[in-house]
């Protein structure tokens, strides 16, 4: 028989305060190694100090965080050296070039890299060219670049990476999502946080949806959107009768208004080809089909009532 899939981060009963506030409540999550981990939830949730917590920059009130079986409290040295990290933000030097800084970064970790070496890593996030600018020329896509590479400068196995598209454009952010991949392909295990319901479906093979500091969901995306057993919405333009449409095969609900028709449907292949008929008797030519299907923002919003964005900066 072969062995089971080896856990690279363990949680164990987290739970860390700021004063009166208690950030983290009893979060227990394992990530295994070789994949994409997503925590999801909206600002403020706890999902940064769950991360901090494993790379030693908050001490928990009670519960365990262990990096490959190291005890980031008792072994934070061991510990640490395992670990790369990305910020929401990363504080640079806007006087040393690019080189300069992945050099002195790697030397935290007491890993000297060769000039060839720093290239090397530069190039491997489309950075090469830009290794004697100095770090204040950038815009915010090549820092966002330059912080992921000064993640893995120290060569890490676990990879942790606190919301990192937070404020880039839609062409950015895939970018982003592409350098994340190829790091999990070098063998790398990656937890990341998000309030992008879309970047953890698209990146994560697993995910915890975490609210008010605890864990209210997780599981693959796919098996936690498919939990709900909701009904996709489908809507298009079309003068038709709403009893009908009501009528429809899989449409639990449908409403007309005008010549804008929404109905929920269980089957959407179903519907819709019954749909096409109902037009055609009709005389009608459908216009503006669109089907939404069920997200984990659904997920977020079947379990607390809020939406995952909803909450302000915190």
Known sequence: MSAGPTNALAFDDLHVSYGEVKAVRGVTLAVEEGEIFGVLGPNGAGKTTTLSA??????????????LGHDVT?????AKRKLGVSLQTTAFFDGLTLAEIVELYASFYEVFLSQAQIKALLGRFGLADLAKRQAGELSGGQQQRVALALAIAND??????????????????????????????????????????EEAEELCHRVAIIDRGEVIAKGTPGALINSLEGDSTITVTAKLDEE?????????????EGTRVVMKSSDVTATVIALQRLAADSMQMMRDLTIKQPTLEDVFLAKTGRHLRSEEEG
């Not at 494993?54 to 990096?67: C, H, I, N, Q, S």
């Open 244 to 256: 009908k449409v009501k009528a429809l095969p899989a449409v639990s609900c449908a409403r007309v």
């Open 156 to 197: 890490p196995r676990i990879v942790l990476l606190d919301e990192p598209t937070t404020g880039l454009d839609p062409h950015a952010r895939r970018n982003v999502w592409d350098v994340i991949r190829k790091m999990r392909d070098e063998g790398r295990t990656v937890l990341l946080t998000t309030h992008y319901m």
């Open 74 to 78: 008792r072994e934070p040295h061991a």
């Open 54 to 67: 494993a790379f030693g920059l908050v001490r928990p009130d009670r519960g365990t965080v262990t990096v």
